[in-house]
């Protein structure tokens, strides 16, 4: 049903800079600390590390959800944040949002049309598309996630994966260049993890995954990133990190 997800016309992968990047809510209390890394266009990037790391607070700000401000006279070569170049700010939301797809891991927080057709027409109607291309998207989108008969089902009559899936159809009906997914697999049953780590598989763009599945790890990564306290404690190859017991260990990640 999503065979199709490889030919479909994405924006072109993005790249991502993070530079020392810290972060504090209205508390004060520090959630990232100095945190760097690169991603290249079209990686597969894995974000691992305990409840409360920072994981979900890292792929808001790639979606210019918790934009710093940026300091007087600053430009990119000082943004800690940047997509394809783009520093993460807000005056630069709704381009940094084109590029990257955000899913985030409650469904609710994400479904609120009346049916879920009306829900995945948001994201293109926004991007100011006719009507007949907007259509076509949500129709392409929802065969890709196996929902192509879910367009008039009201979104209150949704399982938890089939509201995963149709948070998911909404992102892909966009066509983003980067994929940032919180905990895609969380409370998901066996056949519901195989659906959604089916179709994450045909994804070509730049992919970062926020997850405690390492078996969905395994398949869908080539990079893995560890986060903890907030600070970036590994970066490297998914087979690498994996075979390191003590690591894993270490930073909560194993039993």
Known sequence: CCACLCDQDFETAVAIEIRQLTFA?????NVLHDVSFSVSPGERIALLGPSGAGKSTLLLHLNALLPDPPPPGSDADSAA????????????????????GLLFQNPEDQLFGSTVGRDVAFGPLNLGLDAGEVQARVERALQEVGLEDFADRDTVRLSLGERKRACLAGVL???????????????????????????????????LLATHDLDAVRELADRILVLDDGRLCADGPTTTILQDKQLLTQHGLVA
């Not at 809510?25 to 209390?29: A, I, P």
């Not at 409370?187 to 959604?196: I, V, Y």
């Open 25 to 29: 809510y209205g508390d004060g209390s």
């Open 81 to 100: 944040v940047l997509i394809d170049g783009l520093p993460a700010t807000a005056q630069n939301a709704n381009q940094i949002r084109r590029r990257v």
């Open 173 to 207: 009906a966009c066509q983003p260049g980067c994929l940032a997914l919180d905990e895609p697999f969380a409370n998901l049953d066996p056949r519901g993890c195989r659906r959604l780590a089916d179709i994450l598989a045909l994804f070509t763009g730049t992919l």
